[in-house]
């Protein structure tokens, strides 16, 4: 063996298929020179060359040439007698290099450097891996579900590099089988023990921003800004977007025609409603869109407190507060105010339409009324007994009885 073909010489680097030769050569550098320092205490006297397209080193030792009996190291120093073997025209003072062989290296140090070479293999790709992660952090990436237990599930990257996905950051409605596609929002990457352990999620508001870079074409150029993104994952969304040039409509590019844009994102989120709003600076009107479908009749706003009354029909107050009160609770964290909802009862009383009295007031009467544009309960009670005799044929004590009538449904 000429020199150390370490390809061949080590079976464990057929493991290691992430890294280059280039890389994997200047590790086993490091490596040998370790070894040197450890036998010898220093490698300053030492070459070492590194082949790299035939995945060999050679080592060369440098010996100053010094008479027979004068030797006090013999790692920096060769007698006369041995290195005229070496070549015949050296003389005192030369420096003399010879090749160190594999067969040189004992049985024990050709274990050590095995060890120590498949340590700082695995130490380079941790190391790899940590830094290709953190910087993906906040991108989205999909990967294979491996393993499945109980509080989390392992998927495996293009690179069989291990990612979790634990029970807190997936969708309630989420369920996985080993093989299944997978796709999260890389959400952090932490070093345990020495080893990176990447945490993905399902349920960050970073996930759903970069859903939307994915499918709105002016998100991702930066036309539309998303000023805020808050969830209930699985459940309810809602964004706020805001674009600088008048002649886009972000609510719109973000839906899309029919919803194109956004039913995939729905999709990917298990069904999960997504309510997107249009930013504004004005606090009233941002806590308007922010509370729709619900139509507000006025709202009330304490900066300091950071808390707004919104006053509105009481047809509208469930509307407000949403199933499960989801609509309000995320109305409140999009605007960032305490959002407390009030029926509108001193401004407002419910009308009722005139025909749902058809039971209780003949259908012949109530025709009479429309005739005269009294088609709501409040437009009749808004006008006078005599007004409405003078308007209409009927008998004053039958007006009377209408009145009595309608009252009674708004006591």
């Known amino acids: 063996m000429e020199n150390i073909n370490l390809v061949e010489s080590f079976s464990e680097f057929?493991?290691?298929?992430?890294?280059?030769?280039?890389?994997?050569?200047?590790?086993?550098?490091?490596?040998?020179?370790?070894?040197?320092i450890k036998k010898y205490e220093s490698d300053d006297n030492y070459d070492i060359i590194v082949n790299i397209d035939k995945g060999d080193l050679e080592i060369w030792r440098n010996r100053i040439i010094?008479?027979?009996?004068?030797?006090?190291?013999?790692?920096?120093?060769?007698?006369?007698?041995?290195?005229?073997?070496?070549?015949?025209?050296?003389?005192?003072?030369?420096?003399?290099?010879?090749?160190?062989?594999?067969?040189?290296?004992g049985r024990r140090e050709i274990l050590a450097i095995r060890q120590n070479?498949?340590?700082?293999?695995?130490?380079?790709?941790?190391?790899?891996?940590?830094?290709?992660y953190k910087e993906k952090v906040g991108e989205i990436v999909t990967g294979e579900v491996y393993q499945v237990w109980k509080k989390e599930i392992m998927v495996l990257d293009d690179e069989n590099i291990e990612l979790i996905l634990p029970k807190s950051e997936q969708i309630p409605s989420d369920f996985y089988r080993k093989g299944d596609t997978v796709r999260a929002v890389v959400l952090m990457v932490e070093l345990?023990?020495?080893?990176?352990h990447i945490i993905l999620?399902?349920?960050?508001?970073?996930?759903?921003?970069?859903?939307?870079?994915?499918?709105?074409?002016?998100?991702y150029d930066g036309l539309i800004t998303i000023k805020n993104i808050v969830r209930v994952p699985g459940e309810k969304a809602k964004i706020a977007v805001e674009s600088y040039d008048d002649r886009i409509d972000p609510v719109g590019a973000c839906v899309g025609m029919k919803g194109s844009r956004i039913h995939g994102i729905v999709r990917e989120l298990r069904n999960e409603n997504i309510d997107v709003v249009n930013y504004t600076t004005n606090p009233e009107l941002y806590i308007t869109r922010a509370l729709s479908p619900a139509k507000i009749s006025s709202i009330k706003i304490d900066e300091k407190a950071k808390r707004a009354d919104v006053y509105m029909?009481?047809?509208?107050?469930?509307l407000a507060i949403g199933k499960g009160g989801y609509n309000i609770r995320l109305a409140g964290r999009l605007t960032g105010y305490e959002i407390d909802v009030y029926r509108d009862t001193d401004s407002y009383v419910e009308d009722v339409d005139l025909q749902e009295f058809s039971d209780e007031i003949d259908q012949w009467i109530i025709d009479e009324l429309k005739n005269i544009g009294c088609d709501t309960a409040r437009s009749i009670l808004d006008l006078s007994i005599e007004e409405l005799v003078n308007r209409t044929d009927l008998e004053e004590e039958t007006i009377q009885e209408v009145i009595r009538i309608l009252r009674t449904e708004f006591e």
């Open 192 to 196: 345990r023990n020495n080893t990176p």
């Open 117 to 132: 070479l498949v340590s700082k293999i695995q130490e380079y790709e941790k190391n790899n891996v940590y830094k290709k």
């Open 313 to 318: 029909k009481p047809d509208q107050v469930s």
């Open 201 to 219: 999620s399902r349920t960050s508001p970073v996930f759903l921003e970069r859903l939307f870079e994915g499918e709105v074409p002016e998100v």
């Open 66 to 105: 010094v008479a027979d009996g004068m030797s006090e190291d013999d790692n920096l120093e060769i007698e006369y007698s041995e290195a005229i073997k070496i070549e015949p025209d050296f003389e005192i003072g030369e420096e003399v290099s010879e090749e160190i062989k594999m067969k040189d290296f």
């Open 14 to 36: 057929k493991e290691f298929k992430n890294i280059d030769r280039e890389t994997m050569m200047r590790i086993l550098e490091d490596v040998f020179r370790s070894m040197l």
